[in-house]
Structure formats: structure tokens, C-alpha cells
């Protein structure tokens, strides 16, 4: 393991963010921008911008480009980074944000004994992984949110777009990742590499750490290295734990098309993030109840095991134990003294790695599922020309969803697709929400699902629609009753449905108003 700093001294006042975010404008516009930031993505609440990603890409490359003009050697912890950022270059700079709570159920785990990194199955070859800073600066003690991963395979490792970068041979396959750190007013790289038939248990203890800057004492070094082996503990939790969990991972899609006016680029296409672990919740042990032998806040350790299945046992699979935040369960009757000492106590279990505690005798754990605060969002733009603006016909309804519910990510032609438009009182379109996807004749249609974006929305009257895969939007008599029911919920609710249209193909739609299933 080695670590190289690239430049110290950038600025007390700043942190990582905002200096990387200020180094973007180098990059906007100009023909390394769709290598370095192929797709623009949207970070969640509490990331760094993901300008910081092209941002740093485009600092390392250039380093070494003009290190290259002035005859300056390269060491080999650049070459590690440069080999990590081709394949995050050729992969198409995917970006994975890592849910806090998972984050901290990750690093509570231990690493298993029987695995290779070569056992290991990532998301992407070449991917840049997202964590939040909060937790990396608990858990590292530095300002810190993206780091940059690769596994590689042995061979020759370029970027034919990229001008005068070198050709890479790795002599062996290994995983590797590079990261950019912010400390003391000061910008830093660390890079890591290890071998691939390495077990991922011994690896880190297996390589050796060099400071190629010579600018830190005894005791600076040290912490750096302590800093970099956490993190690659971490990395290779992380991916241990994708592997006995891939539905974790959570794919982006297009949210906004890229729009193009007299030749030029007026607005670029957005993507929603890939995320990894949002649906995930820890599994919590209550306190309080004087049976666990330890009242402390603390986890109870999870591991990954090859757990026996199958006839007479004969199979194994990778099941991920997980770690158990015990005594976590909050007194009604806690002052506010009580609660802030608790949600301190919360993150210092969620950052102390420590041995695993015994579990006492008549000690339960139970799942606790935690309420959640919701907003509504806009997913994507949706243009309207002057003509479509309102929505008092059928017609202009059928022509809405021919320009924008086909052109949604998860539309099926294929299948039954059942969407709302939400109107104010002018009847214009304040929006679209796609509810529910069926099967080629059947689709599954409650109010509830219906009505709950008018509510949010403050929608003021509706026009449900679905398409038929058929091509022919004749009403059956399942549809007849869809409306009448939707039609009471709505006037329940003092929101009006003002039609039901069904989608044939090309031209062809029909109103269930038009054909006096409306008659009040």
C-alpha cells in the first residue's frame, strides 16, 4: 500500500467539496468533458457534487502530463491511480452512493477467512464509490466522499481519447482504488492496490506502505497508514457484502432528455444516482430492560459465512450475518439532555470497529423499522407546448402521453401501463405520475395509489389513463368498474376525474366520458 499528496498547502479556508468543485470550470466544456463526466448525475442530500469526481480525474491526468513535460519521475502509487481511472473512464465514470446506516453496518462486519478478492464479483469493473462525508469523517478522521475503484485484470491499460497519457502494463491482476482527502487545509492522494489471489482477510497486513512525499514525520505517517488500511477494510466489506446481497445495488436511469436548440446543447441530459443499500435498515436490539449484559451503545459484530443448503446439505451460499446496534431502544420519558447523549453515543458505536461483545443469556433481537420523514419530487422535466398546455379534451391527453409517459424509463409497450395527470384548477397540467405497470391484458389498480400524488401535489382534478397492448382501446368491462370506483374515491376526496382515456396504437384512444360513463 502506498500513499503519494499531490498538493498541500490549497487553502485553510476550503474544504475537499468546494476546492474540487472550483476546479470543475477546467474541465466544463471543453473535449475532455464527455470522457471525464459521460453521464450527469444528481448526487443525494449530504454528497459531495459530482463535479468532484470529473474534478478529480481531471487533476491526477494532468499532474502527470506535466510531470511528463518536465522530465519528473513518476511513482508508483500515480501509476495505480492512472491505471484505476482508465477503467473508471472506460466503464463510463458510473458513480455508487452508499447509504449512511448501511455504511456503518458495512464497517461493522468481519471480513471472512475463506475468500479470495478473486472470489469477489463487482458491481462495475471500474466505478467510483460515494460514501458520506459525515460518516468518513467519523470513521477517518478526514474530509473525504468519493473513491475511485477498479479490478484489473493483467495487461495493457490506456485511453485512446485521452492524448498523451502512457499505456499501462499490469503484470498481474489486482484491485486497486485512489482517493482524494482533505486535512488541515491540505490535498492529498492516497492509492492501494492488492493482489487478487490474496485472501481478504490477510491482504492489507500482507502489503507494505511507503510515503513517496517524505514531508511527514514518525507519527504522520502512521496515521496515514492506519487511515488508508480503514479504508480498504472498508472497500473490501463493501464489496464481501454486494456479493451475498446484490439486490443492494440499485441502478440510475434517465430523468431528464438532453435538449437541443439552433445546434447547440441547451439543456444536458440528468440521471438519477446508482445507488447501493437504501432500502437497507440495521437491525436494532433494545435496551433498557437490564437483560443485556453490556448497557453500553455498541454493535454486535456481523460476518459473511458459506452457510450449507440444498439436498443433505451439500451446497454452499455467502450469507451475510449482519451486525446488531444494541441498545438503541429510546425512553419516551428521555429530557432533551438525554436524547443528544444518546444520538452521540450512536455515532461513536457506529465509528469504534472494536471485538465483538458477548450476546447474555435472555437477550433478544428484534427488527426496528424507523418512520421516515417524505417529500415530493420531481423526477424529470416535461416540455409543453402551448397547444397541449391544457388539458380539456381527450385528445390532448391521448397527445400528452404519446410526448412524454412513453418516453418515461419504465414504460412497457408491452404491458398495461397506468398513469394520472394531475390538474390544477385551470385544468392545465401541473404533472404525470406512472402508477402502475401490469401484465399484456391486466393491470392491478387500488385508489389509494391513484390519489396519493394528487394529495401531495394539491391536484385539483385528474385524467386517468392506460394503454392497451392490443392496439385497440375498447373499454372492458374490468376498466367500466375501475372508473366508477375511482370516480367515488374522487369525489370523496373533492377531486375530480374529469376522464378515463384509454391508448390504442397510432391515432386511436377512447374516452369513457365521450361514451356516458361520466353521467352523474
Not at 306 to 334: D, F, H, N, T
Request: contains cysteine.
Amino acid at each position: 500500500m502506498s500513499i503519494c499528496v499531490l498538493d498541500t498547502q490549497a487553502g485553510t479556508t476550503l474544504g475537499l467539496s468546494q476546492f474540487l468543485s472550483a476546479q470543475y470550470h477546467l474541465v466544463e466544456g471543453t473535449p475532455l468533458a464527455p470522457i471525464l463526466e459521460p453521464r450527469r448525475t444528481l448526487a443525494p442530500p449530504g454528497y459531495h457534487s459530482t463535479k468532484c469526481v470529473s474534478a478529480g480525474l481531471f487533476l491526477l491526468l494532468g499532474e502527470s502530463r506535466l510531470k511528463d513535460r518536465l522530465g519528473l519521475p513518476i511513482v508508483p502509487t500515480e501509476i495505480t491511480a492512472h491505471t484505476v481511472a482508465y477503467q473508471v473512464i472506460k466503464y463510463g465514470v458510473r458513480t455508487f452512493f452508499v447509504q449512511e446506516e448501511f455504511a456503518r453496518a458495512v464497517a461493522a462486519t468481519d471480513l471472512p477467512h475463506d475468500f479470495t478478492l478473486d472470489d469477489l464479483h463487482w458491481p462495475l469493473a471500474g466505478m467510483v464509490v460515494g460514501f458520506p462525508p459525515r460518516f468518513m469523517q467519523e470513521y477517518l478522521g478526514r474530509d473525504l466522499c468519493y473513491v475511485y475503484a477498479a479490478n484489473c485484470d493483467a495487461g495493457n491499460y490506456s485511453v485512446a481519447a485521452l492524448q498523451g497519457c502512457p499505456t499501462i502494463t499490469v503484470p498481474r491482476s489486482k484491485v486497486a482504488w485512489w482517493f482524494y482527502a482533505w486535512r488541515d487545509g491540505n490535498l492529498e492522494c492516497f492509492a492501494s492496490s492488492y493482489l487478487r489471489e490474496d485472501r481478504v482477510d490477510e491482504t492489507i497486513a500482507k502489503h507494505c506502505y511507503t510515503d513517496y512525499t517524505g514531508l511527514k514525520d514518525e507519527f504522520g505517517v502512521q496515521a496515514d497508514k492506519e487511515m488508508t488500511d480503514r479504508l480498504s477494510g472498508l472497500m473490501l466489506k463493501l464489496l464481501v457484502v454486494l456479493n451475498t446481497r446484490p439486490s443492494l445495488v440499485e441502478q440510475g436511469c434517465c430523468v431528464r432528455p438532453e435538449r437541443i436548440k439552433h445546434g447547440r446543447v441547451k439543456q444536458h441530459q440528468l440521471w438519477s444516482p446508482n445507488l447501493i443499500g437504501w432500502r437497507y435498515q440495521a437491525t436494532v436490539e433494545r435496551g433498557g430492560n437490564g437483560t443485556h449484559a453490556s448497557p453500553r451503545l455498541h454493535w454486535r459484530r456481523g460476518h459473511v459465512r458459506r452457510q450449507p443448503y440444498g439436498p443433505a446439505r451439500g451446497q454452499r451460499k455467502l450469507v451475510w450475518i449482519e451486525p446488531v446496534l444494541v441498545g438503541a431502544g429510546m425512553v419516551e420519558s428521555q429530557n432533551e439532555e438525554e436524547r443528544l447523549a444518546m444520538n452521540e453515543a450512536v455515532q461513536q458505536a457506529n465509528t469504534q470497529p472494536g471485538p465483538a461483545c458477548p450476546q447474555a443469556q435472555g437477550a433478544r433481537a428484534a427488527r426496528t423499522f424507523c418512520a421516515k420523514e417524505y417529500k415530493l419530487v420531481a423526477l424529470r422535466e416535461c416540455p409543453l407546448p402551448e397547444e397541449m398546455d391544457l388539458c380539456d379534451t381527450a385528445d390532448k391527453a391521448a397527445a400528452y402521453w404519446r410526448a412524454h409517459v412513453t418516453s418515461h424509463p419504465a414504460f412497457n409497450p408491452e404491458a398495461e401501463c397506468f398513469v394520472v395527470l394531475l390538474l390544477n384548477t385551470r385544468r392545465r397540467i401541473k404533472g404525470h405520475l406512472l402508477v402502475a405497470t401490469g401484465t399484456l391484458d391486466t393491470i392491478l389498480v387500488h385508489p389509494r395509489e391513484v390519489f396519493r400524488a394528487a394529495i401531495v401535489a394539491a391536484a385539483a382534478a385528474v385524467v386517468i389513463m392506460h394503454n392497451h397492448p392490443s392496439g385497440e382501446p375498447e373499454p372492458s368491462e374490468a376498466d367500466i368498474k375501475v372508473t366508477r370506483d375511482l370516480i367515488r374515491a374522487g369525489q370523496l376526496l373533492k377531486i375530480e376525474v374529469l376522464d378515463h382515456v384509454i391508448v390504442g396504437a397510432g391515432d386511436k384512444r377512447t374516452s369513457l366520458r365521450e361514451l356516458g360513463f361520466f353521467c352523474s
